[in-house]
């Protein structure tokens, strides 16, 4: 399909423009192209920041979403694992 005219698809909303180009930048490592939408618009008359997203074309979507799959998952067990050493009062250095 001509990249003129094919379709791109919303893969991922982020949580800031940071997790957005790091994404961006994540998928081009594995040859998916792909574009930051909206992360410095504003909802009309609401107030609130709209999130950023990430669009890739049609063709290049089930891998993509693969891709943010693992990340979110690796994200998940950190952030897991992080909480889990908050609640440890002991140093780490100490152990």
Do not use: C
């Not at 040859?31 to 909206?38: C, F």
């Not at 999130?51 to 067990?77: C, G, N, Q, S």
């Amino acid at each position: 399909m001509d990249p003129g005219t094919e379709r791109m698809v919303k893969v991922y909303v982020a949580r800031d423009s940071f997790e957005a180009y790091f994404l961006k930048d994540l998928l081009a490592s594995h040859g998916i192209e792909s574009q930051v939408v909206d992360e410095n618009s504003v909802y009309a008359g609401v107030g609130g920041i709209e999130r950023p997203k990430l669009w890739v074309f049609e063709k290049d979507e089930e891998t993509a979403r693969e891709l943010i799959a693992r990340y979110e998952t690796i994200k998940k067990e950190t952030t897991q694992d992080s909480e889990a050493d908050d609640d440890d009062p002991t140093p780490a250095w100490k152990e």
